[in-house]
């Protein structure tokens, strides 16, 4: 019984070891190593359109310049986390201001955390969290706000808890936040496992979201398309990209839209151990 055990582990373990596809890789985007901390967890573009990650929890926030198939990368302290909070997600908010989602590793929290960039750190200012009532589910540790997107005053966030309805349809709790005003809509997931892990998006003058978030969990990992009007209760994504059969298992962390439209992931190489290097996916136009 214990030789049947091992090699079922061992064969879970290789579901989960799988290596990029290099050449159908080539037909879809660019890889770029760069040299950042473990874990990077998010991405987003300012607007100059140069990129920004941050690292889950090394205090680093980095500044990505793309050059052709290189970048330059900046790194930056974020001062003001305090210890056991990971910080899962990154969005510029315009005048080196952006929105930090976190989550608890000792305690339930799913919150943001806005900061400002002042010198060469970033330093977090206040908090602002969400309960169940807000977010349809109940934070818990480990599982918070994974991936946030948008502007000053108008940003939407995903937790990283699903929810299930009674008919079986799994979906992700969508936060709109506009000022004080914090409203929930559900995006339908694609698949029985998959959790949103990423966000991007841009908003109409009458508050229409247009986004593309990243589902993804072991085996699974989709790049989705979504449009969410103000007051939308569902919504159901378009398939843009099964990733899956490409990436193997890169843990795709981050996603953001370069000014020319090509898109941009980043994966997170660190779960129990750090494995492998980070690398942007550039997708081609």
């Known amino acids: 019984m214990k030789w049947i055990a091992l090699v079922a582990a061992l064969a879970a373990c290789g579901k989960h ?22 874990g990077i967890s998010d991405l987003t573009i300012d607007d100059r359109g140069v990129l920004w990650a941050v690292a889950e929890r090394d205090r680093k926030v980095l500044e990505i310049a793309l050059g052709s198939g290189s970048a330059t990368v900046t790194s930056h302290d974020l001062t003001g986390i305090p210890a056991g909070i990971d910080t899962e997600a990154l969005a510029w908010l315009g005048d080196g201001s952006f929105a930090i989602g976190v989550e608890g590793s000792a305690l339930p929290l799913a919150g943001i ?14 908090t602002q969290r969400f309960d169940a009532a807000q977010l349809g589910v109940a934070p ?38 506009e000022g004080d005003k914090v409203t929930r809509a559900k995006l339908h997931l694609t698949t029985k496992t998959g959790k949103i892990s990423a966000l991007h998006c841009t908003f109409d003058a ?6 593309v978030a ?3 969990h072991y085996s699974v990992s989709r790049v989705l398309s979504f449009d969410a009007a103000r007051g939308a209760n569902d ?23 370069l000014p020319d439209g090509r898109l941009v992931l980043v994966n997170d190489n660190q779960n129990a151990t750090v494995s ?10």
């Open 235 to 257: 919504i159901v994504p378009k398939l843009e990209h099964d990733l899956a059969p490409v990436v193997g298992s890169l843990n795709i962390e981050g996603i953001a839209k």
């Open 276 to 285: 492998g290097s980070t690398k942007l996916l550039v997708f081609h136009r």
């Open 17 to 38: 070891d799988r290596p990029i596809d290099k050449e159908a890789a080539r037909a879809l985007f660019d890889e770029i190593t760069i040299d950042a901390p473990p």
């Open 206 to 211: 009458d508050g229409t979201a247009h986004g």
């Open 113 to 126: 955390v806005y900061a400002k960039l002042s010198g060469n750190s970033v330093v977090a200012g206040e």
């Open 140 to 177: 818990t540790i480990n599982h918070g706000i994974e991936a946030v997107c948008g502007k000053a005053g108008q940003l939407l966030a995903a937790e990283e808890i699903a929810g299930v309805d009674p008919d079986g349809t799994r979906w992700a709790s969508l936060v709109r936040i």
């Open 214 to 216: 990243v589902e993804r």
